[in-house]
């Protein structure tokens, strides 16, 4: 005997269709509390880890507060990936409606047409204007006339400290802070001061196969001294080399195994400072929430100023209007008031470590509170940008190869003379290259 | 011994009945139109995405083509001759004949090793296959993250075992002097499991009775060894030789990721200049150009290599 089955497969698959069909249709309704009037923006961005946690939580933020329009964040992997992207993306003129980039890659964009220019009019209209950013960040958002972009942030290389450790060593002053020093020898003094008092070393400062790592040590130490290096198109680095080398020097007397390990990558050095074995740190304020994770008795402050000029490495996050051929002006105008939007709200940005950029955030009371933060604000006055070129900048090649020249004479005690030498040489075979984005040089 | 002739051509010899030839026309054209039909489709993904892609590639080595878009303009030899006169490109194809020689020599002779001691009759035979071969199957990302840490100078398995020897703890990945001999390390250890296999195969096909023979007249394992296996393995051997070459010599990802992204002078293959003229430095045309440069090179070695194996079949 066959038996009946309850359902016959005819009904089986007519049912199973008509729930799909209603489950498609249910998904194309949306949900009512997205409502039909918001717009969608899109943007990408490349903050991940805390970072990415924090601007999630802007963005959230941003887009509960109003119903003009919804953003939708599209996270990439910073570094090449991402600026290819964006600059194939920015090329096809079907770019997302906003991005970050590290406000020291503009210029090897806009000046190719990768970047559509802000309208500082309208964004004054909004309460963003030069008056509410430090000098140096806001300037940093011009190449030539126009401004391509609007900084979030300054993310300067500070210095962070463990105060047991140097309260013990007897390097912190009446106030709890690190004791001054100004010069490159009391500083080696009060770092071998730490490292007797730790179990590990003294400083942790990771640099192994990570040119942006020595890149900005070498840079603050560098314009310290007062020097900037120029890269002129087409013709030759202009860099002090008399200079470069005491930093490079400096540099190479720290990692002497005992104020810091000689083989120290970047995970290593955050690791020991992490589990309480160094006293000093030298990092990006952006890991400044994993170090209070980790439950450290933690300060920061500057890198103290060794060679006369008061000066810091920095980078700046920075909005930017990637190049669309034919922008929608509503859709362009919200993005101009998201922006407002998330720089009014930046103090949680300041959370993750960052210094807003958005002055009337960082001259809050409120602002002062927020410590370790607020002691190393003023570092966004002093702020030293990468060489403006088009191969310079945040994850740049040209940070690679700086790493690249110079890394043995950390590691194995190398010549610098040489590793000046072959770094000059890096940059002159760069600049002898034209802009790719923009062959044929000068405004597009 | 017989042979029994293929139906088809019985068909073409017993004819003698009016249009018997016809049909077979007819036949035939089906079966190209059918050849055609099972070609088309492959023929069809051939010519898209590898002549075309091969054609326009080498139009762009001749133009100032940027990855952004801009540029593109007709530039006749100059990306050929920069190239030829760029240090960085002849560094770059250096390391990679380096690592080629660095590598194939131990992803031949330890897949030999490996493949023999396993063919001898290792107790627990699947377990050494295995894990020979299970390396191999992981990807190069995995690859990298598992070295990345064996190499890490602090917390790595690789200065512990240094340690133990009363060795200096070394930078593997980050020092000149180390990381290609790194890379080639974890390459060994990720893709000698499939040179294993191959050896393994051709052991198995090597006739029992030959070993049985030799036992018989005497021969003990060690001139079994010498006198039946290796001359037998001699086709398979110029096989793996030849395709580790070619493997080795695309060197990229696992280097590109163990270092982080960063171009390391040591270590920078010609496959990763490509990619960092094209895709970090923007200069499509340029790097296109270094893409024929190498594949030129390619052909050099492959035409060097077909007429050395043409010549030793001769002899042989």
């Given amino acids: 005997m066959t038996p009946t089955a309850p359902v016959s497969r005819r009904q089986f698959l007519s049912l199973a269709g008509m729930l799909a069909g209603t489950a498609a249709l249910a998904a194309c309704s949306g949900s009512p509390i997205a409502g039909q009037t918001a717009r969608p923006l899109q943007f990408w961005h490349l903050l991940s880890g805390a970072d990415g946690v924090t601007m999630s939580g802007l963005i959230d933020t941003a887009n509960a507060a109003q119903t003009a329009y919804g953003v939708h964040p599209t996270v990439l992997s910073w570094g090449e990936p991402y600026y290819t992207k964006l600059a194939m993306a920015a090329a096809g003129g079907r770019a997302p409606d906003l991005s970050v980039m590290h406000a020291s890659r503009v210029v090897g964009y806009a000046p190719g047409g990768l970047l559509d220019p802000w309208d500082v009019q309208r964004l004054a209209d909004l309460g963003v204007d030069e008056a509410s950013f430090p000098a140096a960040v806001w300037e940093k958002g011009f190449v030539g006339d126009d401004l391509y972009s609007v900084a979030l942030d300054a993310h300067p290389f500070i210095l962070m400290f463990n105060t047991e450790i140097c309260e013990r060593a007897g390097v912190l002053d009446s106030d709890g802070r690190l004791r001054a020093v100004s010069s490159p020898e009391d500083f080696l003094e009060l770092a071998r001061a730490v490292a007797g008092e730790s179990e590990g070393h003294g400083l942790s400062y990771g640099y192994l196969g990570d040119g942006a790592q020595m890149w900005r040590l070498f840079y603050t130490l560098y314009t310290q001294h007062g020097s900037e290096i120029e890269l002129p198109e087409g013709g030759t680095a202009e860099m002090d080399d008399d200079v470069a080398l005491t930093a490079l020097t400096f540099m190479q007397q720290l990692l002497d195994g005992e104020i810091a390990a000689r083989e120290n990558d970047y995970q290593s050095a955050i690791a020991e400072f992490a589990t309480g074995r160094s006293g000093l740190f030298l990092t990006g304020v952006w890991e400044l929430r994993s170090m209070q994770q980790a439950d450290l008795p933690l300060d920061a402050t500057l890198i103290p100023t060794l060679f006369g000029t008061p000066s810091v490495y920095a980078d700046s996050h920075a909005f930017t209007l990637p190049h669309q051929s034919s922008p929608n002006p509503e859709t362009r105008d919200l993005v101009y008031r998201f922006v407002a939007d998330i720089l009014k709200g930046s103090f949680d940005w300041a959370g993750a470590g960052h210094i807003p950029a958005y002055l009337p955030v960082t001259e809050a009371p409120a602002y002062a509170d927020l410590l370790p933060q607020a002691h190393y604000a003023e570092a966004a006055e002093y702020v030293r940008y990468d060489p403006p070129a088009w191969f310079t900048g945040s994850g740049s090649r040209f940070q690679a190869e700086f790493g690249s020249a110079v890394q043995n004479v950390l590691l194995g005690g190398d010549d610098p003379v040489a590793a000046i030498t072959r770094f000059r040489s890096r940059l002159d075979t760069q600049l002898r290259t034209p802009n790719p984005a923009n062959p044929q040089g000068g405004a597009s | ?316």
């Fill in chain 2, 1 to 316: 011994m017989t042979t029994t002739a293929p139906a088809a051509s019985t068909a073409t010899v017993v004819t003698g009945r009016p249009g018997a030839r016809v049909r077979h026309a007819t036949g035939e054209r089906r079966e190209t139109a059918a050849a055609w039909g099972f070609l088309t489709p492959f023929m069809i993904a051939f010519v898209l995405f590898l002549v075309w892609p091969l054609l326009h590639g080498l139009y762009l080595s001749f133009t100032d083509q940027s990855l952004t878009g801009a540029g593109g303009g007709f530039v006749g030899f100059a990306n050929y001759a920069e190239a030829l006169g760029d240090p960085v490109m002849w560094r770059s194809l250096g390391n990679t004949v380096w690592f080629t020689i660095l590598s194939t020599v131990p992803l031949v002779l330890l897949a030999l090793v490996m493949a023999l001691l396993v063919h001898r009759g290792l107790p627990a035979q699947w377990l050494w296959r295995l894990s020979f071969f299970m390396p191999y199957l992981l990807a190069s990302t995995v690859i990298s993250q598992i070295w990345v840490w064996i190499f890490n100078p602090q917390i790595g398995a690789a200065n512990r075992v240094l340690a133990w020897f009363g060795l200096e703890p070394l930078a593997w990945l980050q020092s000149p002097d180390t990381n290609m001999y790194a890379i080639v390390i974890a390459t060994v250890w990720w893709t000698v499991g499939f040179n294993f296999l191959l050896y393994l195969a051709a052991l198995q096909n090597i006739p029992a009775q030959q070993y049985e023979a030799a036992a018989i007249d005497g021969a003990g394992p060690w001139r079994q060894l010498w006198s039946i296996t290796l001359p037998q393995l001699g086709q398979v051997t110029v096989l793996i030789v030849i395709l580790q070459m070619l493997a080795s010599l695309k060197l990229f990802d696992q280097a590109y990721q163990m270092l982080g992204g960063v171009a390391s002078d040591t270590t920078r293959s010609i496959v990763q200049y490509i990619y960092e003229a094209g895709f970090v430095g923007y200069r499509f045309g340029y790097s296109s150009a270094i893409s024929y440069v190498f594949f030129a090179i390619i052909v050099i070695i492959g035409v060097v290599q077909a007429f050395a194996m043409r010549r030793r079949g001769e002899q042989s």
